[in-house]
């Protein structure tokens, strides 16, 4: 049994940045406790290496969500990182804060602490923006992220001109000032080499003598006495362990886990726990339920110029490839695949932009089940222009299926399962369609390909959305504040226990969830380390 003054659980975006944080001024014995394991891969931390990492166990806990009549009855793939780093070793990479009036919004639920000008000093004490600091980015930081304005295919130029043809600004900056707009995406990466949460933080901090990581340990239940969180329970190979916090115990297991343990310590709804002879320690029917995220989708174009199929497809094209990354830290293989993007309102009566947008010089109509293709595309010069919506109004919920800890949670997405969804995707894809009949985008197009020039009228469209949308891997909210737990994250009904992970977002912010969920461990953080003795 150990004994520390805090114990993390999970070693994800948020919680590599608690270990730091929390093990910096040496006054604490902090315990840091991650069921995947080591980091250092290859393809985690080659950038375009996520291809690899969508369908491995080795890294990915492999989740699937129950067939949702949204999406066609399908059951979605939900790829979450079990490993140090968590889902930032292996996501897409794509820095974005989210828009400030969504965390305007947060503060406005009753969130103290958590409004714009609040995360907005978090950002910028944190990051090392390769653009220099300005009024909106940080620099010196222990984040480094790249403004990733070298290296881009040349198709980037033709997509951000085609999308000003059809009115949008262009947008140096997705986290500065203003987020609608097109322009590149800043990436976290550093040095042709992937800057997840356990290289920026965990990594440094793990010279410390008073951080301890333990890897390929599954908590399995927080330890409860006397209404106040003392420690956890944890399987590591066949041992089953404990240990003991003298400070506090603090979740950071992600949208999915977070939930799930509270509800497997008997924190939750209490008909689900009392049905499978839990003992319900704190009734709260909100712990998994608000279950929010982004969904997305494709459309398929074949191109009359070359684009990254024809450097990635063909054995000497990868050899060729891998000799410009190895040699120099260039091509397509240091980058994500998502070069540009942007964000746009489906209306000019909305305040702030509702969806999101991605270009790829790339493309794959290879089945979503089997190994995500990036590494392998389709053997003719083509486009992807993708989209997500950024503020859902659908809601799903997370619950335990059974009181054994190593059974997958039952995941409920609820994709599209509003008229508002569906109605702003339906307007969404016309204007993705809209961007790709401007010059000079539209004259370097030779057809396209998904869903095809014969998926015209909306109910046609709308089919397809179900048949082809699926999660761009932000699921969040399923402990928001107020809900499960205060402003000051800790779990009510229940002392020295807190969540600090993106289940806590009040609301799902605009745009990528890697850099908030980062964010919420630094100010939580702050607010532990405000707390403690």
Known sequence: MDETDFIIVGAGSAGCVLADRLSASGRYKVLLIEAGGTDRRFFVHMPLGYGKLYFDPSVNWLYKAEPDPGLAGQRDHWPRGKVL??????????????????????????????????????????????????????????????ANRRGLHPLVGDYIAACQATGLPYNADFNGENQEGVGG??????????????????????????????????????????????????????????????????????????????????????????????????????????????????????????????????????????????????GPLAKSINHGGGFFRTSPELDRPNMQLYFQAFSTLLPRDGERPILNPDPFPGMSLGLSNCRPTSRGEIRIASPDPLQHPKITANAFSTEHDIEEMLLAVKYLRHIARQAPLAGLIAEELRPGPAVVADEDLVADIRARSGTVFHPSCTCRMGAVVDARLKVRGVEGLRVCDASVFPSIIAGNTNAPSMMVGWKGAELILSDAP
């Open 85 to 146: 780093g968590g889902s930032s070793s292996i996501n897409a990479m794509v820095y974005i804060r989210g828009n400030r009036k969504d965390y305007e919004d947060w503060a406005a639920a009753g969130n103290s602490g958590w409004g714009w000008d609040e995360v907005l000093a978090a950002y910028r004490a944190m990051e090392d923006n390769e653009a220099g600091a300005d009024a909106w980015r940080g620099a010196g930081g222990p984040l480094f992220i790249s």
């Open 185 to 330: 995406y800043q990436m976290t990466i550093r040095s042709a080499r992937r800057n997840s949460a356990a290289r920026a933080f965990l990594r440094p901090a793990m010279r410390r003598g008073n951080l301890k990581v333990v890897t390929g340990a599954q908590v399995t239940r927080v330890l409860i006495e006397g209404g106040r969180a003392v420690g956890v329970e944890y399987r590591r190979g066949n041992a089953v362990l404990q240990a003991r916090a003298r400070g506090e115990v603090i979740l950071s297991g992600g949208a999915i886990n977070s939930p799930q343990l509270l509800q497997l310590s008997g924190i939750g709804p209490g008909d689900l726990l009392q049905s499978l002879g839990l003992p319900v320690v704190v009734e709260n029917d909100q712990v998994g339920a608000n279950l929010t995220d982004h969904q997305g989708i494709n459309y398929t174009y074949r191109m009359k110029v070359p684009t990254y199929n024809q450097e990635l497809r063909p054995w000497w094209g990868k050899v060729l490839a891998g000799l410009k990354y190895f040699a120099g830290g260039h």
